[in-house]
């Protein structure tokens, strides 16, 4: 399985949705689930911590 999304990344993908709004990335709402992703690995990093 691949790496787990990170915050870095998430953002990154949000910002060229943002800057090609009709990119298959913005469309497709893959900016959403990599938003959401990075928020859950977040959470659970924070779990692991605690």
């Known amino acids: 399985m691949g790496k787990n ?6 953002d ?3 910002a060229a ?3 090609d709004p009709d990119s298959p990335t ?3 709402g ?5 938003d959401a992703a990075a928020t859950r690995n ?3 990093e924070d779990e692991e911590d605690s």
Do not use: G, K, L, Y
Not at 5 to 10: G, H, K, L, P, V
Not at 30 to 34: E, M, N, Y
């Open 42 to 44: 977040e959470n659970e």
């Open 26 to 28: 913005a469309t497709s």
């Open 5 to 10: 999304m990170d915050r870095e990344s998430a």
């Open 17 to 19: 949705a943002e800057r």
């Open 30 to 34: 893959f900016a959403d689930r990599a």
């Open 12 to 14: 990154r993908i949000i």
